[in-house]
């Protein structure tokens, strides 16, 4: 039974473990292109704590800010243009417990109607209607991020 757990690190790299976090019915995928996201919010399956391949999916969801605002930290603090984050929230408090930073899935993007973008003068998030191809916020992403981190 540990022989395993001992072995996986010397031929596969770490292995990071989370605690478990009861009573959670969905979780919130959220797609950010530094200051612009796409929202998904994804519900578990019954008799399931995973969200990820349940299929049950709402992409008009509208997010508390704070979850935003979580990812937006997120993203500040891996020092990226754009990220995709699975980020839960129990007893007010968000917890990050999947990200992807180089590849990532852009189903939510793509089939979303609608994204949210950061405003700096009043620190909300306004949502706005999608009017634009995926490409256009990775470009965006990068070039506020190399403008601002140089």
């Known amino acids: 039974k540990w022989k395993y757990r001992k072995l996986y690190p010397k031929y596969h790299g770490k292995v990071i473990l989370q605690e478990m976090i009861e009573g959670l019915d969905h979780d919130w995928k ?3 292109f530094y200051d612009k996201c796409f929202v998904l919010k994804r519900y578990t399956r019954e008799n399931d704590f995973r969200a990820s391949g349940s299929g049950n999916f709402i992409y008009d969801a509208v997010p508390p800010h704070r979850i935003l605002n979580f990812a937006y930290e997120v993203i500040d603090k891996l020092n990226v243009p754009f990220a995709s984050l699975d980020i839960v929230e129990k007893d007010g408090k968000c ?7 180089v590849h990532f899935g852009l189903i939510t993007a793509l089939n979303g109607t609608k994204y949210f973008e950061l405003n700096k003068l009043t620190n909300n998030w306004d949502q706005k209607p999608k009017s634009r191809e995926v490409d256009y916020f990775f470009a965006d992403a990068v070039v506020k991020f190399i403008e601002e981190k140089g």
């Open 30 to 32: 959220i797609l950010i």
């Open 95 to 101: 917890f990050l417990i999947e990200y992807q930073t």
